[in-house]
């Protein structure tokens, strides 16, 4: 079963978000294929590393948006990227260490995740920087 299979259930309507979404979701599959493939952790380390950094300039991203236009649950949203950060850390500590396990675990995590925080906090966020975009002309990201 496929762990990060994009559907337009997932879309945020903001084209520029979607396709960063899209690409986590492409490296996400990526990184779930190799290590059903058996790839030995030396090859996967650069695949986590490369998922870890994208979902990062990601968060930052949206961050950015939310601080530009004032978002009022910017709080309650931010939070939920530092979970995934702190969880994140703690899983690419143990991978670096050796740990077999831990790459199916953050990718388990993240599929999951991803799936939550998409379908509400980032659909919420979307649907005011939607609104926002109807009554300013550009934003700054
Ligand atoms: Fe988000």
């Known amino acids: ?23 986590l979701y492409r490296l996400g599959d990526e990184l779930h294929k190799a290590m059903l493939a058996g790839a030995d952790p030396v090859h996967l ?21 939310m601080r530009a236009i004032h978002y009022t649950s910017f709080d309650w949203h931010k939070r939920q990227h530092d979970a995934v ?4 850390k703690a899983l690419a500590k143990r991978i670096d260490a050796g740990d077999s396990a831990a790459t199916g675990e953050l ?10 925080h998409l379908g509400v906090a980032d659909r919420m966020m979307g649907a005011r920087l939607r ?3 109807r009554f300013n002309t550009s934003l700054a990201s």
């Open 45 to 65: 380390k650069p695949v986590v590393d490369n998922l870890l950094e994208s979902a990062e300039q990601h968060f930052r991203h949206e961050e950015r948006l």
């Open 131 to 133: 609104n926002y975009l």
């Open 1 to 23: 079963m496929s762990l990060f299979k994009w559907s337009s259930a997932h879309s945020v309507y903001l084209p520029e978000i979607d396709a960063e979404h899209r690409a």
């Open 85 to 88: 950060r702190k969880k994140a």
């Open 107 to 116: 990718l388990e995590f993240f599929s999951e995740w991803m799936r939550g």
